[in-house]
């Protein structure tokens, strides 16, 4: 065997994004509460970027400096991350000193301080504390039951088995199979004995159940388990119950196709009756785990306010950035960086601070222009939205938006991600006015989103004893101008969550099954 050892040239092209442009990206697609919570953590990391305030009185001046001064000796020093060396731990501590130096005869740094209060403290405060997984809080209800230590384990088993949504992921002798290779066996017939006291004493009722069906069916029961009543529900309330309670129990399939006329025949109850047993039914929840696991939603902040400007004739946009704080590059630590007297490693560490500083300012500054240039054009193409409503939407591709504005249709994309305008007609997401479309019988341009609005009026106006076929509702769009195949009403439909007509019929009394 012979080995050859060789030297060779080889050219090649590679594309690499610097950091800067990597975090001018990552500011751009930030929706407004994720950039404030980036802001405030750049406030508490980063010792070379400060906060802008209003001019203070020289008493205020005076107090601030006194209060900064306290702050910062009771600063405790900042430990050394993964990877981080012994010297930028020191370079730390040189700054520290120096701000405490320099801060004597300098307008206080507001990276701590915000009039009297913390910011970094009150943005913990502020947020809500985590959930524990569905499986330890339903653990927890468990523990509080009295009862022997092998129908405890049992339970426990059991709920090592139940997913999001609070139902059992695997059945029961899948379970017992899977307690024996564990080395604590419990048999079948035990699990069978424990599961329906989970189901009666775990809340939310419906948790713990093997599939919907009983689901719902524990669900029923606990509505009319009257240790449950905060008062004592109406003789028709029971009656009600009591029939959606046979609806799911005996008539499930055919309930779920709605063939009304069927469970009629069979069951001798008359349409009105099952009608009435269905809406109960839509009080009750397929997935009752997410009551324990679902966090409450955060509140949509805008990024953009549109407003109509009478005088004008025009609609107006302003970018909502109030609650991000006007940053500036820390005087002092430009002064620190630029003395001779500073060591490399402090130096190098401010140095960094700095570029920092600048780096996410600029940021800002460029996601604030970028995406008020993206909502104008927003307001001159989508005039009629803003006037008339849904149905006037129009095309609009990114790429001419992009080659307004003289950038990459990515950067457009990155733009109005997440992103929502407060307008005259209510908070709209911004990529909804990005769509493609077709034309009308007028040869005018409309947008696939107002398609599926004219779709919306139609079904929502059909006669629900006769709804329409997808056949139907293509020649009713068809009258309208708007010409598109079968199987795109179909698609649209599914996507918007409208059931097909035999799903949708409302049935009468009188009917064959």
Request: with cysteine; glycine share 4%; hydrophobic share 35%.
């Amino acid at each position: 065997m012979r080995f050859d050892l060789s030297q060779k040239l080889r050219t090649s092209q590679q594309l690499r994004l610097a950091p800067r442009l990597i975090q001018s990206m990552e500011v751009l697609q930030m929706p407004l509460a994720q950039l404030q919570e980036r802001v405030e953590q750049e406030l508490e990391r980063n010792v070379a970027i400060e906060q802008v305030e209003p001019e203070a009185s020289d008493e205020d001046r005076a107090e601030q400096a006194e209060h900064h001064e306290n702050t910062l000796q009771e600063i405790p020093e900042k430990p050394l991350q993964s990877g981080e060396s012994q010297e930028t731990g020191a370079a730390f501590e040189r700054a520290r000193e120096f701000e405490r130096d320099y801060g004597e005869s300098a307008q206080p740094s507001t990276r701590h301080l915000d009039g009297d209060r913390d910011v970094k403290y009150e943005m913990l405060a502020q947020t809500a504390a985590r959930r524990e997984p569905l499986s330890e809080q339903l653990r927890h209800q468990w523990d509080m039951i009295e009862t022997d230590a092998a129908t405890l384990l049992a339970g426990k088993t059991i709920l090592d088995f139940v997913d999001d949504d609070g139902l059992l992921s695997a059945d029961l002798p899948a379970i017992a199979a899977h307690s024996s290779k564990n080395g604590n066996p419990i048999s079948l017939q035990e699990l069978e004995r424990v599961l329906p006291l989970l189901q009666e004493w775990l809340e939310p009722a419906g948790v713990a159940a093997r599939d919907v069906r009983e689901s719902l069916l524990i669900q029923i029961d606990a509505k009319l388990d009257s240790r449950r009543w905060n008062e004592r529900p109406s003789a028709q309330d029971q009656s009600e119950w009591r029939d959606a309670h046979v609806l799911v129990k005996e008539h499930y399939d055919d309930l779920l196709e709605n063939r009304l006329p069927k469970i009629a025949s069979r069951s001798g109850m008359n349409v009105e009756r099952i009608e009435a047993a269905k809406e109960r039914l839509r009080r009750l929840t397929i997935s009752p785990g997410r009551d324990l696991t679902d966090e409450t939603e955060r509140p949509i902040v805008p990024d953009v306010m549109v407003e109509f400007d009478s005088e004008q004739d025009r609609y107006v946009a302003a970018i909502c950035d109030g609650s991000v704080p006007p940053l500036r590059v820390s005087q002092r630590y430009s002064v620190m960086a630029e003395q001779e007297s500073t060591d490399a490693a402090t130096k190098k560490f401010v140095q960094d601070g700095i570029r920092s500083a600048s780096w996410l300012i600029d940021a800002i500054t460029q996601r604030k222009n970028t995406l008020l240039k993206v909502v104008e054009i927003v307001l001159e193409r989508q005039r009629e939205w803003f006037d008339e409503g849904s149905g006037h939407l129009r095309p609009l591709p990114m790429m001419d938006i992009a080659d307004r504005i003289g950038v990459h249709v990515a950067t457009v994309s990155r733009a109005v991600a997440g992103k929502w305008m407060q307008t005259p007609r209510g908070l709209v997401e911004l990529r909804k006015f990005f769509t493609g479309g077709t034309e009308n019988a007028d040869g005018e341009s409309v947008s696939w989103e107002a398609v599926r609005t004219v779709l919306q009026e139609i079904v929502d106006a059909e006669d629900k004893v006769r709804p329409l076929s997808d056949e139907a509702i293509t020649t009713q769009l068809r009258e309208r101008g708007i010409t598109i195949a079968r199987r795109t009403v179909v698609k649209y439909r599914e996507q918007m969550g409208i059931q097909p007509a035999r799903r949708r019929r409302r049935h009468i009394d009188g009917e064959h099954a």
